[in-house]
């Protein structure tokens, strides 16, 4: 079993929806990373969260810790916000320089 | 600032032969690390280096080698390539150790065939 899974594989939405990601994950964790890449390739870094719950724009990602879940929310969806979302965990037990990904949600917005 | 750049965008090599990765960043960050992506897969690491001169393996470091001479550059070799490296790689770097903290910027990556 991964030490990080996501869910959807695979996202449809219309523009305008309310999308929501999902990322669980097996491991105590130092904190949890929220990665976007595009579909040419390059990868940005999004959010990085140790608890509770960021912002920025359209975008919201929460974590509960206890449950070892984490949300990544996208508010009024648009065709530019198609990509590949990438969850990655920082174990609590390793070492500090080492993300463990998820194998990414791939995210279609139609127009 | 360019931030992280790899070259060469892509590549096809044959079964033997050997080839560089160059990646070079101009943020002054002295972490940098190499990952690949094989399809429906995660990243994993393969090495990661802490500044200039001192490098580490990662996951999965079979079948490369990587060098830290300074801090702006971190080339990855591959000395004989195998179908198994066909990936797409992609070099990233931070400021800090502390992947708590720190953001990791990525650059482009390179797309890697061996046939």
């Known amino acids: 079993k991964n030490e990080v899974e996501q869910s959807p594989q695979n996202l449809t939405a219309q523009e305008g929806e309310f999308i929501t990601i999902n990322c669980s994950y097996s491991v105590g964790i130092s904190a949890l990373h929220w990665l976007q890449q595009h579909p040419g390739g390059g990868i940005v870094s999004l959010f990085m969260?140790?608890?509770g719950k960021k912002k920025h724009g359209r975008l919201i990602a929460t974590i509960n810790i206890q449950e070892k879940h984490s949300s990544l929310h996208i508010t009024a969806s648009h065709p530019r916000d198609s990509a590949v979302y990438i969850c990655?965990?920082?174990?609590?037990?390793?070492?500090?320089?080492?993300?463990?990904f998820g194998k990414g949600t791939l995210l279609t917005v139609n127009p | 600032n360019a931030g992280v750049t790899q070259t060469p965008k892509f590549r096809i090599l044959k079964i033997g032969q050997s080839m560089t990765l160059q990646c070079a960043q101009d943020?002054?960050?002295?972490?940098m690390y190499w990952y690949r992506q094989d399809p429906g897969m995660g990243l994993k690491l393969i090495y990661y280096?802490?500044?200039?001169?001192?490098?580490d393996k990662g996951e999965v470091p079979n079948g490369y080698n990587v060098s830290r001479s300074t801090t702006e550059d971190f080339p990855l070799r591959l000395e004989l390539a195998a179908p198994s490296q066909t990936s797409v790689y992609f070099c990233a770097s931070s400021y800090g150790i502390r992947s708590v903290t720190d953001t990791q910027y990525f650059g482009p990556g390179t797309r890697l065939t061996v046939l």
């Open positions: 943020m002054n960050h002295n972490y």
């Open positions: 969260l140790s608890s």
């Open positions: 280096s802490v500044g200039a001169g001192i490098t």
């Open positions: 990655a965990v920082v174990n609590s037990g390793g070492s500090n320089y080492k993300l463990t």
